[in-house]
Each structure stands twice: as structure tokens, then as C-alpha cells.
């Protein structure tokens, strides 16, 4: 029996460093060996860089983290895209992870994969109690977490952060009214792919009793407008909407993706005077902030900061927006292959 | 007023090797934080000037070594700085202003040898 070893082990971890907080499966050789494998990667190949921290990441480190977070080695082909598109620069890793902000990596999962790897996709999708679910995201967590910091150089500066800071993947539902997630970034309707961008918490948007799809768009539309959302100064994120089946049911018989983007870039808007008055506005305005005072302002600068997700169970009346965080403008999404 | 613990994790660096003695075999686990790689060092194996200047640093025997090293190169007709620089403490690194003076030497610089 090595069972208090191996709590021995933990504890060494949670001790040293070597955690997001929560207990971790030791990164044992002969774990990351196979988590290797299972990734298609030798121990020492390169698999990203932090430029700015002069920081080289090699597989093993991303392959130790995947057993640390609880990941099983058949997740290791969807792991390696995530890891690549953890470690695009685009995606601004050290950026997530120092920002007053308190940002999170929300990972999306769409197509084929979510039924092949066993991802909840309906009750409770946004956090759902599933191993594939709360493994992966932690895994990207965990990455932002120990990749981010810069080998321990640099800080967290978080104000509030959010819960998905410890676990955040969503996965869409296999079969959907507007076409798979992936394909609002130009990936093909039957790919596998994970889809990775920085966000605050997901706001839930209750409407019960409406019965057009405009109502419920003017609902998730509101909001996006409230005085509070980050986006009111630079507009340089988007949103998420996640439409579970109830809400879809209503949009879908009047909207199609497209319209729906164009309905909510038009209608959800603030007074522009009123943001300023409460002081959601510079003054003076930021160049770049585009402030037209007296004008009616949308948080997104354009419809493409707009994507939907279609996951969530049925039997209730909710939807959900989730703000982006301002401090990476890019989205990431990868092909599983 | 509350004080933060200096053990949790985010503090302190992480440590960079921890082992496992299981009841079969010692397995070291693998880090799985990346480390920043430091700038390259430039080393110049030809000194600019053909200059010696000495810098002891208190271990024993070295400021004897020192001297006669100094003598000989004198006798071969090298220029050497007449004064042996002294370094406060082996343990501990030299002051800036120290190291700043001997990056602009040009020549070569000799340092007490540690034991």
C-alpha cells in the first residue's frame, strides 16, 4: 500500500507551490509519461513560449499539469489543442493571469468530441460536476496559474477575481439550432475544436414569462447594459451568450444567428451622458473609447464581439451572458486533430 | 489589521524539485512550473589590455598566492596593477560599484581562489 505516501505527496505539493489551491494528483513519472503519449508530445518539446518572461514551455510541463489537474491521458489529444491555444501569444497568458481584473480562461468545447470524451452539456453546463468538464478547465486554469506567473516571478493583482479562476469549461450541446460554436471562427460544421478566450463570471438572465424571441434577446440585452459591465470603456471584448434550450426554443423560431448579433447590436444600448454621470465614461473621453456624448452606446464595438453557445438543460428559463475580459481582444480556436 | 501567511502558495516561489518515497522507490515528480531562462552571458576569453589587476577575498592563503602570481608576471614583464583589491567577504558577492570598476578594466582580472 503507498496510500499515505502518496497523501504525503499531496501534501508536498500543496506545500511547495505545486497547486491551484486544491489537493493534486502527483506529477509521477510514469503519470506524465503517459500523459505524454496520450498528447503526442516528447518530454522536451517545445510546445510555447512568454516572451516576455523568457520562459520556454516544454511538454512535460504541460503534460505534468494535466495529471496534476485530474485529466485521464484519453483527453490528451483535446489537452494538446488547448495547450497550444493556452500558450498563443494572442491569448496574453500573463496578462489573464496579473490583471485587477480577475479574469479567467473559459474553455468552450464543441462538436463530436463532447460526446466522445463524456462532457456535460446540459444540466448546470456552466459548471458542471463532470471529470471532463471540471478537469479540463482546471487544467487551463492551472496552466494560466503556473505559466502566467512567470515561474513565480511575477504576482497575481486580482481584485475579486471569480470562481472560474479555479475551473471554467463550457461544452456546447452535440447538436444545435445555429450550428456548432466553432464555425464563428470559421471552423467546418462536423470539426472537434476547444475555443479559448479571457472572461469575467457569467451573469444569468431569468425571463419566465416572455413568449417572443425579441423578448427574451431585449432580456439578455439589458443585460450587457448594466452600469457595472466592464466593456462601458473600451468595448474591446464582446460577450458570450449562452441560450439553453428553452430560451433557444423562443429565438429560434424568429432569429437566426445573424440576426439575432445584428438585434442586440442595435437595441441593447445606454445613453452615453448617463455612463458619464455615473462615471463609467473618462472625461475627458479616451481617444480610442469611439465616446459620442449625447449618443445612445452599445458595450460592443461591433457584431463580431458577439458569439453564442447552445448548451444548458431544459425545464427552466434562463440564460447567460458572459462578459470578456478587456485586457485580451482575441478569441483562440483550435482544431482538435 | 490581519497579516498574510507567508507559507501559501503565490508568496513564495515555487519549489523547483520535490521527491516521493513511496514505499517501493524514490520518483521524483516532475515540475510542472516553467522557469525563466536567463539572458545569455557574454564571455570574453582575450582581455582588451594587456593588464592584470588582482582581487582577493579573505580566503586562506590566497592573498599568498596572490602576491607571488602578482611577482612572477612582473618578472615576465606584464603590467599589474601594484595594489591587491580586497573583496569584504568570500560569501557574499562583490558591490556593484566593484564589479562596475572591473567591467570597465579592459584588462584581466584575478580573483582569490575559493577552497
Known amino acids: 500500500m503507498t496510500t499515505y505516501a502518496t497523501l504525503e505527496d499531496i501534501e508536498n505539493c500543496m506545500n511547495n507551490g505545486w497547486t491551484d489551491g486544491l489537493p493534486v494528483i502527483p506529477p509521477y513519472g510514469s503519470l506524465v509519461d503517459e500523459m505524454l503519449e496520450a498528447m503526442g508530445w516528447q518530454a522536451l518539446d517545445v510546445v510555447g513560449e512568454m516572451a516576455s518572461q523568457n520562459i520556454v514551455v516544454r511538454a512535460e510541463k504541460a503534460a505534468a499539469t494535466a495529471v496534476m489537474a485530474g485529466c485521464k491521458p484519453e483527453y490528451g489529444v483535446l489537452l494538446r489543442a488547448l495547450t497550444q491555444g493556452l500558450l498563443d501569444p494572442r491569448l496574453n497568458l500573463s496578462g489573464v493571469e496579473v490583471t485587477t481584473g480577475g479574469a479567467a480562461i473559459l474553455v468552450i468545447v464543441s462538436g463530436p468530441v463532447v460526446e466522445q470524451l463524456g462532457f456535460e452539456h446540459t444540466t448546470n453546463a456552466l459548471g458542471a460536476n463532470c471529470r471532463a468538464n471540471a478537469t479540463v478547465g482546471r487544467f487551463a486554469q492551472m496552466m494560466r496559474y503556473f505559466c502566467g506567473r512567470g515561474g513565480g516571478v511575477l504576482q497575481s493583482h486580482g481584485t475579486i477575481g471569480h470562481p472560474g479562476r479555479i475551473s471554467f469549461c463550457i461544452a456546447e450541446h452535440p447538436e444545435t439550432q445555429w450550428g456548432a460554436y466553432h464555425t464563428q471562427f470559421g471552423l467546418p460544421e462536423s470539426a472537434s475544436a476547444v475555443t479559448l478566450m479571457s472572461t469575467e463570471g457569467p451573469n444569468s438572465c431569468n425571463n419566465h414569462y416572455g413568449v417572443t424571441g425579441a423578448q427574451i434577446l431585449d432580456t439578455i440585452g439589458d443585460c450587457l447594459c448594466h452600469f457595472g459591465q466592464t466593456a462601458w470603456y473600451y468595448r474591446s471584448g464582446g460577450f458570450v451568450v449562452v441560450i439553453p434550450p428553452d430560451h433557444m426554443a423562443l429565438v429560434a423560431k424568429d432569429f437566426n444567428r445573424a440576426q439575432a448579433s445584428d438585434y442586440i447590436y442595435e437595441n441593447a444600448r445606454r445613453q452615453t451622458d448617463l455612463l458619464a454621470q455615473v462615471g463609467r465614461i473618462a472625461s475627458p473621453p479616451i481617444e480610442f473609447a469611439e465616446v459620442q456624448p449625447g449618443e445612445l452606446r452599445s458595450p460592443l464595438k461591433n457584431r463580431e464581439q458577439i458569439t453564442f453557445i447552445e448548451c444548458g438543460a431544459e425545464g427552466g428559463r434562463f440564460s447567460a451572458v458572459i462578459p470578456r475580459w478587456v485586457g485580451s481582444t482575441h478569441t483562440v480556436c483550435k482544431q482538435i486533430i | ?115
Open chain 2, 1 to 115: 489589521m490581519t497579516s498574510r501567511s507567508e507559507n501559501r502558495a503565490g508568496v513564495n516561489p515555487p519549489a523547483r524539485q520535490l521527491t516521493s518515497c513511496g514505499d517501493v522507490s524514490c520518483e521524483l515528480l516532475v515540475d510542472p512550473i516553467p522557469r525563466p531562462t536567463p539572458d545569455p552571458i557574454s564571455v570574453t576569453l582575450k582581455p582588451r589590455l594587456a593588464r592584470v589587476t588582482f582581487l582577493d577575498h579573505h580566503k586562506p592563503n590566497s592573498k599568498t598566492i596572490m602576491t607571488y602570481a602578482q611577482r612572477i608576471l612582473i618578472e615576465r614583464g606584464i603590467e599589474v596593477s601594484q595594489e591587491i583589491l580586497i573583496k569584504d567577504d568570500a560569501s557574499n558577492r562583490m558591490p556593484e560599484a566593484m564589479l562596475q570598476s572591473f567591467a570597465g578594466e579592459g584588462g584581466l582580472v584575478l580573483c582569490g581562489i575559493s577552497d
